[in-house]
């Protein structure tokens, strides 16, 4: 059987074929992964599996199957191209280069040059650690200038005092788009108004990047019950948001005294109170008549598949 790659030709009998096969299984690739690369990445054929697999724990990997899983292709790569990796990210300030690998198996297309680009030009955009920045979000070095600089500039115009150190503080911002931001906004407006609040929607995002993860059901139902309990201080809103949402849920259900504040305080204590994840979602349906229809639909939307 022949097999046809852009740079050459492999022939193969069906006896290496089994071959390689049975040298993927026994190293511990599933069937379904062996059948899907096999044909696809000649780099299967060079080695034994079980060879690079002894070579990536000596490395320090801890899990080199499922990195491999990610990234076939390092199957193919020579140990010296590896080894000249790990020391090449340690010389560029890299403390720990094979989590970073982890996280990141693309890393291995990466040249040093493309690396060392990525870290001048992130200096020269104002950001005074990009070794530590590309360590919280690897996913930048794939990310080009014009992406970065597009993700600066949109949110200067949103209003952002200082979206360096904003990227600096929660690099993950890379991954939400400008229409994501702008909801985010938007909804943070509408709650800012609702209390009468002086400060803005940049400030609260400034100052509590963990608004950035909310999801968006759960800042609905928190500011839904907010108004209708009355409550208008944005603190305790903005605080509620850090809370586990199927505690705070169980704790208004089974609350006498339907007091936002109060329930807050309960729901931040509650911790496994309620059970498991699964266990707590039952109970939300098992007394759904005890929430708004409305909240009870949102969280639906947003939590029960």
Not at 21 to 37: P, R, T, Y
Not at 83 to 96: M, P, Q, V
Not at 198 to 211: F, H, P, S, Y
């Amino acid at each position: 059987m022949t097999y046809i790659y852009k740079e050459k030709i492999m022939t193969l009998s069906k006896q290496e074929i089994q071959s390689r096969k049975a040298d993927l299984l026994d190293a511990g690739f599933s069937i379904d992964f062996v059948q899907k690369n096999i044909v696809i990445y000649n780099s299967l054929f060079k080695r034994s599996a079980g060879e690079t697999i002894i070579f990536l724990l000596a490395r320090g990997f801890k899990d080199p199957i499922k990195l491999i899983i990610s990234s076939p292709s390092i199957l193919g790569l020579n140990f010296i191209n590896i080894d000249a990796k790990i020391e090449g990210l340690k010389k560029r300030g890299f403390k720990n280069p094979v989590k970073l690998i982890t996280l990141v198996p693309a890393i291995f297309a990466y040249s040093f040059d493309n690396i060392d680009a990525k870290i001048e030009g992130l200096k020269k955009r104002g950001f005074k650690n990009p070794v530590k920045l590309i360590t919280s979000f690897p996913s930048i070095l794939g990310l080009n200038f014009i992406n970065i600089d597009a993700k600066i500039e949109g949110l200067k115009k949103r209003g952002f005092k200082n979206p360096v150190k904003l990227i600096t503080s929660f690099p993950s911002i890379f991954g939400y788009s400008l229409d994501n931001i702008d909801w985010r906004l938007r909804y943070f407006c509408k709650l800012l108004k609702f209390c009468s609040s002086q400060i803005t929607a940049q400030d609260i995002m400034e100052g509590n990047t963990t608004l950035w993860s909310t999801k968006r059901e759960k800042m609905q139902i928190l500011v839904r019950i907010a108004y209708n309990l009355h409550c208008t201080a944005e603190k305790e809103v903005i605080s509620a948001l850090s809370c586990n949402l199927e505690n705070f849920l169980l704790v208004y259900i089974f609350s006498e005294e339907k007091d936002f504040r109060t329930i807050r305080l309960h729901a931040r204590k509650a911790k496994n109170k309620y059970g498991t994840v699964k266990e707590r979602r039952e109970k939300i349906q098992k007394f759904s008549d005890k929430l708004p229809s409305k909240i009870y639909s949102m969280y639906c939307k947003g939590y029960i598949r």
